[in-house]
């Protein structure tokens, strides 16, 4: 039956400690009169919301639920150190949320798909990746899956501006949607040299052509040097 099996008494008669035995034969421990832990007769073990199962000397490992939160708290000088050959931390329906495993790789996911896993020479990542800045040291590839595959970046600063860079067969594009110019900088101070608009090309400055340069319409401010000669077909102007 249930009640208290066993009473101990400071020797002052002052505080006490209890064991109980509740209804379905478990151990109930007390002190006082508050319960503070309870073995099941299943084996399970028990303890109340907000008290705490404390290892270490200094009480340094911390186990215990406040009643909405579990916690595992390192509070002492030393840090958390987990260890396995494989580790998985997963949700309630027991989807991998995270997975590592020794000596090979790392996987993070989203609603059980992976989307980031380490490998022996970087990263992977299946998806977007999106990040304010990217520091890259090297060289950056981009293994296309397609001839529509593209580096692409959207503007800000009004709605469908974007460039891109794209490699269909054995020809290469650079992209520029919305009704800005392409424009080409150099130097510190970003000056111009060439701009690219629906009207055509604009070149800043000295520019030096080797081949021919044609053209069904172009405007020069300065001296035009040709040094294998000019060529005009039929009704063209200087």
Do not use: C, W
Request: hydrophobic residues 35%; glycine residues 14%.
């Amino acid at each position: 039956s249930s009640g208290y099996a066993l009473q101990l008494f400071e020797n002052s008669g002052g505080e006490y400690f209890q064991l109980g035995v509740n209804s379905y034969g478990g151990l109930e421990f007390y002190n006082e009169t508050t319960k503070v832990a309870e073995f099941y007769d299943t084996g399970d073990f028990k303890i109340p919301d907000s008290l705490k199962i404390l290892m270490g000397t200094g009480d340094d490992l911390q186990i215990y639920h406040d009643g909405s939160n579990s916690y595992i708290n390192e509070a002492g000088t030393g840090g958390l150190i987990i260890k396995g050959s494989t580790l998985y931390f997963r949700n309630p329906a027991d989807q991998d949320m995270i997975y590592a495993a020794s000596g090979a790789e790392v996987k993070l996911y989203h609603n059980n798909a992976v989307k980031l896993a380490t490998t022996s020479t970087g990263v992977a990542v299946t998806g977007a990746l999106t990040a304010t800045t990217v520091t890259a040291s090297g060289i950056v590839k981009i293994n296309a899956s397609s001839d529509s595959s593209e580096f692409k970046i959207d503007g800000t600063s009004g709605a469908g501006n974007s460039i891109s860079m794209q490699l269909s067969g054995a020809d290469g594009y650079i992209n520029m949607t919305g009704a800005n110019n392409l424009n080409i900088r150099i130097g510190s101070g970003y000056a111009n040299i060439a701009r690219f608009s629906s009207s055509g090309l604009a070149v800043t400055g000295t520019g030096s052509f080797s081949g021919a340069l044609t053209a069904t319409s172009a405007t020069f401010t300065g001296v035009v040097t040709a040094d294998a000669g000019l060529v005009l077909n039929d009704n063209d102007k200087i």
